[in-house]
């Protein structure tokens, strides 16, 4: 545990990549087999279930320091990480813990199905024999999120580096569901075999916003567009007689839409199909809203299957026939795509092709991005039509061109202290628009948090303010008397009979301060309304 | 109903017998001030009593004021109420204020620290009825290590950045941290080089205390001579063109704060390092108890957590709001000399 908590200290100080690279690629050169292993499957979030629940270990935390469960808690929301406070609650202790990070993870296993009293008894033990920052590392194997500035990408990197193996190979060969505890190193890096690679997902291929304008990517003719259609990214494989659905967080959501369970009786064994996982209501693309009621279901009711089913409008093939075409170029793969798409449309599958656009000009593609809206995507997409499908986000090839977001000028009204790095600040705020009242007055009814936007010096401003101008306190959250005045930008917009508006808005966040505003000045929820599409 | 001897009302806490302010946050006749930091000694005051070693530093920080020094302990009255300064370990010349009158006896605090910092004269226990507390650091979460580890720590992390071939540069508060850090630094590992705000401040408190050879940075100074060394500046330094200039270099911050890990990261600090001139959670209930104090008042800092927990040991505690910050929150509160000072370095 001692290395592990060390390579995770490290990166969690470091800001600088080639740090991190090289902490990490020292750290799997002298790791043992097993550590690498789980060290591996811990930064590509594949940890063991959770063995005890949160309420417990807050429980038992307390009782360790000797406080009261509230202060425990009241100390957690402005700490912002379960495991943190934990580690920083507990008293220091002078024993020492050799355990390697194998056998933690081994017995963070089996104490799943241990009583509560064992499952105290092994957190109090292990509390104490940890040092400060493995206590920490610690407690983030039981409680999940390990969120420390490591990406999959720059894992593989080092991994590479200390092993030889080629970065995309290795990207390929870490997709997909694999045990920790049963897969050996070599099976997993070092090794290549067929059988295993049956689920496995090909790295998605991710575009960079546009710069600039269209114009800047040159000849028009090279290039080919479509529209970015606003779901779920995911893949669709069908290989020796199976079916399976990844996700762009590489979960395998195969269950989750049974509904696509048909794509087996209609695409040929050896095919991966790009495409975007969307929500269809009643003959056309739902709203985000709607596809949130299929996320995170494991299993789904008949009337929810009816009510909201998705469909897949596939982007690009990347293997058919068993052929890993991804060098293919573009329009080949595309041909290739349309091909199979004619040949089962008959059997009116969920299966869509998300249009291809031939440009005249970079005019033409403006008139397109104007129909966004109105078609239900969030831009446009370009992609240079020789291009092959390269692994991760790279420049060049690959384009997305975004509407600006939807805007509305709304109040600050509550704040709340942020969580990790800005936990002694008020960060994170609620903003509210004009309701007209019967009575011919109004009032602001709170419709949408954010807590992103803002310079840093910004955010002290405005946390200043919020210290000075409390009107009451409710645990972690104050009212504010209303003054300031922000433009809320945001991706998508529905009617949600779950928000006290009436209105869910997606991704909002700040987009600037409008210091010349008053609050007389700000829009009201029937500006809001009008912006829904119809 | 008897008026309390001290008040808190929108100037700051106020002695009504004796119609003076402690710490006053805007401009009063009369002043008593516990220590030199911008949220507890403001300009424009028509008088100011404070503790000897504070004199200097408030002068250098507020100008040509009408201010007078007096001994640790030293009683001095006005209108029959009784004045005394004690040492409160926050920073050079920090004292806890203790006020009686009629036999009642009330202590506030101002910023303090339970631990010898090696500079700051030690916190000193007083007895008191009633006691107003700072609670910057007042949750369970702050357990402070031994100051000698976190200096041992700052040292080998300079050491280290030396071997590699980089300056250090270590943040740290205009005045008290940055004077703490240098006086714990170890000269025989390389030079010691200083912000001009840093400097200046450095020599005021030179006058009182030993501290190591300092070099204030110059745009004379040369880069060469930087590789290797330490570098002391204040927290408002980080990501100017000043510490550009310094390039390659690591980033180091001393504060209370460090003790959480989103705080390093969202400042973009390479290495933070826990060291607060406040009391941790043990500190502030320790030092509760010894005064033997019924009535506790919370000032700045975690006040309604903090008092809501002393409420369940038994005290009578309750909140009171004040304009005091904390000197080693995100904002760090300077005059306009003092914002000019930092941002002139050596341009």
Not at chain 1, 83 to 110: C, G, H, N, R, Y
Not at chain 1, 214 to 231: F, I, Q, T
Not at chain 1, 489 to 496: L, V
């Amino acid at each position: 545990m001692k290395n592990f908590a060390e390579l995770i200290k490290t990166l969690d100080s470091s800001n600088k990549t080639n740090v991190k690279v090289e902490a990490l690629t020292q750290y799997f050169k002298n790791a043992s087999d097993t550590d690498r292993v789980w060290t591996i499957a811990i930064l590509s979030h594949r940890r063991p279930p959770r063995p005890v629940n949160t309420t417990l270990l807050r429980q038992w935390a307390a009782e360790l320091a000797q406080i009261p469960l509230w202060l425990f808690e009241d100390s957690y929301h402005i700490v912002g990480d379960l495991a943190e406070t934990i580690a920083l609650v507990i008293p220091a202790s002078k024993e020492q813990s050799d355990k390697s990070l194998t056998e933690f993870v081994e017995e963070m296993i089996t104490l799943k199905r241990k009583t509560d009293d064992e499952k105290k008894e092994y957190l109090h033990r292990n509390w104490l024999s940890l040092n400060y920052y493995e206590r920490f590392v610690f407690t983030k194997l039981i409680t999940g999120s390990f969120r420390i500035g490591v990406s999959q990408k720059l894992m593989t990197r080092a991994l590479s580096k200390a092993t030889g193996v080629d970065e995309d190979v290795l990207a390929y060969k870490l997709m997909g569901e694999w045990d920790p505890s049963r897969i050996s190193f070599h099976n997993l890096v070092l090794e290549e075999s067929a059988q295993d690679n049956l689920s496995r997902p090909y790295p998605f291929y991710l575009a960079y916003a546009i710069e600039g304008e269209p114009e800047d990517l040159g000849d028009v003719a090279e290039w080919s567009a479509e529209h970015k259609w606003d779901g779920i990214r995911s893949q669709t494989i069908v290989r020796n007689g199976q079916l399976y659905i990844w996700s762009r967080g590489e979960e395998l959501v195969t269950d989750k839409y049974p509904e696509l369970a048909v794509f087996i009786d209609v695409i040929p064994d050896g095919t991966v199909i790009d495409g975007e996982i969307l929500p269809w209501v009643d003959g056309n693309i739902g709203s985000f809203n709607d596809l949130q009621t299929r996320i995170g279901r494991k299993t789904v009711s008949a009337a929810l299957l009816k009510k909201t089913p998705v469909v897949i409008r596939a982007y690009d093939l990347l293997e058919w026939q068993g052929e890993d075409i991804r060098n293919h170029p573009y329009i080949k793969r595309r041909k290739l795509l349309e091909q199979l798409y004619e040949d089962i449309k008959a059997y009116q599958t969920p299966l869509q092709i998300s249009e291809r656009i031939d440009l005249d000009s970079w005019d033409h593609a403006l008139h397109e991005k104007a129909k966004a809206r109105e078609l239900r995507s969030e831009g446009l997409m370009f992609k240079r039509k020789d291009s092959p499908y390269l692994v991760g986000r790279k420049k060049g090839d690959w384009w997305k061109w975004k509407l600006d977001p939807f805007s509305i000028d709304a109040v600050l009204t509550y704040a709340m202290r942020g969580s990790g790095r800005r936990s002694n600040l008020f960060t994170d705020y609620t903003f509210a628009l004009w309701e007209d009242k019967e009575d011919g007055t109004r009032e602001l009814v709170t419709f949408a948090k954010a807590y992103s936007g803002l310079t840093d010096a910004e955010f002290r401003m405005v946390d200043d303010y919020i210290k000075k101008n409390t009107l009451e306190r409710f645990g972690p959250v104050r009212s504010v008397t209303p003054k300031l005045v922000f433009e809320i930008g945001f991706e998508g917009i529905a009617f949600s009979g779950r928000h006290k508006s009436g209105v869910a808005t997606r991704f909002p966040r700040i987009l600037r301060w409008r210091h010349d505003k008053t609050i007389e000045e700000a829009n009201s929820i029937d500006d809001l309304k009008a912006m829904i599409p119809k | 109903m008897k008026q309390p001897l001290l008040a808190f009302n929108d100037k700051g806490i106020y002695c009504a017998a004796a119609d003076v302010y402690l710490d006053p946050w805007r401009a009063v006749p009369k002043a008593i001030i516990t220590h030199g930091h911008a949220d507890h000694s403001r300009w424009g005051h028509g008088s100011y009593i404070t503790q000897h070693m504070n004199v200097p530093i408030i002068r250098h920080r507020l100008g040509d004021i009408n201010v007078t020094g007096k001994d640790w302990g030293e009683t001095f009255t006005i209108n029959g109420v009784k004045f005394s300064f004690h040492p409160a370990g926050h920073i050079v010349g920090s004292a806890q204020v203790r006020v009686e009158h009629k036999g009642e006896v009330w202590v506030f605090t101002g910023d303090y620290k339970t631990e010898d910092d090696g500079l700051s004269t030690p916190y000193e226990v007083v007895k008191c009825h009633t006691f107003i507390t700072e609670n910057t650091f007042g949750l369970p979460a702050f357990k402070w290590t031994p100051q000698a580890e976190v200096m041992a720590d700052v040292n080998s992390w300079w050491a280290q950045n030396r071997a590699d071939g980089q300056t250090s540069i270590l943040f740290g508060y205009t005045l008290g941290k940055a004077q703490r850090l240098l006086k714990h630094l170890d000269p025989d590992i390389g030079r010691i080089y200083t912000h001009g705000a840093v400097e200046n401040m450095t020599q005021v408190i030179r006058q009182m205390v030993d501290l190591p050879e300092t070099i204030r940075i110059t745009p004379e100074t040369r880069k060469e001579d930087l590789l290797g060394s330490i570098v002391l500046a204040p927290p408002s330094a980080h990501g100017s063109t000043w510490i550009r200039r310094m390039t390659p270099y690591v980033t180091g911050s001393a504060s209370g704060w460090m003790a959480f890990r989103g705080h390093r990261r969202r400042r973009a600090i390479d290495k933070g390092f826990v060291l607060s001139d406040h009391c941790d959670w043990p500190g502030l209930l320790e030092s509760i108890r010894a005064t033997g104090a019924e009535k506790i008042i919370c000032t700045h800092g975690y006040s309604d957590i903090f008092s809501t927990y002393l409420r369940e040991l038994g005290y009578d505690a309750r909140t009171e709001h004040t304009q005091y910050e904390g000197d080693e929150g995100d904002t760090e509160v300077r005059t306009a000399a003092e914002a000019e000072d930092e941002e002139g370095g050596t341009q």
